[in-house]
């Protein structure tokens, strides 16, 4: 059985059904199995499996503690959880994290004058460690990689020098990915890997020949295989441990 779901823009009404609907810019699926979908401009969208329908969640970018929008944008938005139930949302307004028992957003951006540097510019990924840290990329040519807090303090940016600058296509990162022996990759806009070593808090750019290109995504299986999603190549399998 196949179902649709559609969000119409609200004030919008005898014009092309085509502009009429909101465009879908996120999809994720929550711990407890419920789907959460970002709709361009105007907020959030939150399955509820028992009456099957949305509940919107409302963007309002002039009030502290809720959902905050770039508007008049079209942009890709990154949404994930922690093991608190906490829901990360990557966007170009910076990190916004929303609790739902709460029902109360918090908004991490920019600050220099209070020491939170986190880059200027859209969130692409996010990866919690072990210790409660969380690893977060930036798709932007001085983005990197950036460590947190389990509450998104600042810790640490990453980049890595080229040319005497860290404003190079290695620095503007797709995704992350922790392999089994706890290095971090970070494919890149250059068509390489970042890979962070956290223990010697040490990062390369390694070029490959035979991955070489943009690597969407990463994730492995539960075995030894990696499996990539890959700009030209399609869908790559690698085996680690005959790497």
């Known amino acids: 059985k196949l179902e649709q779901f559609s969000f119409q823009k609200p004030g919008y009404k005898n014009i092309n059904p085509e502009q009429q609907m909101e465009v879908i810019t996120g999809l994720s699926c929550l711990q407890d199995g419920n789907i959460i979908v970002a709709l361009s401009g105007r907020g959030l969208a939150i399955y509820k499996p028992a009456i099957n329908k949305f509940f919107i969640v409302i963007a309002d970018n002039t009030k502290p503690y809720t959902y905050h929008v770039t508007e008049n944008v079209f942009e890709s938005v990154c949404i994930a959880q ?9 966007s170009g307004k910076g990190l916004s994290i929303y609790s739902p028992e709460k029902h109360f957003f918090q908004t991490h951006k920019r600050d220099v004058g209070n020491g939170d540097l986190f880059p200027l510019s859209p969130a692409s990924d996010f990866l919690q460690l072990q210790n409660g840290d969380v690893l977060v990329s930036f798709y932007y040519l001085n983005g990197g990689i950036v460590k947190a807090d389990n509450n998104l303090h600042f810790k640490k940016h990453y980049l890595v020098l080229k040319n005497r600058t860290v404003n190079n296509g290695s620095n503007q990162v797709w995704n992350l990915f922790k392999d089994n022996k706890g290095i971090i990759w970070g494919p890149n806009q250059y068509n390489s890997i970042l890979k962070l070593n ?21 994730k492995q299986d539960s075995g030894s295989f990696i499996w990539m999603g ?9 085996n680690v441990d005959t790497k």
């Open 230 to 238: 890959h700009w030209r190549k399609g869908l790559v399998k690698m």
């Open 198 to 218: 956290l223990a010697t808090e040490n990062m390369i750019d390694e070029e490959d020949s035979i991955l070489s290109g943009p690597i969407i995504m990463i």
């Open 82 to 90: 922690n093991r608190k139930k906490d829901i990360f949302i990557g």
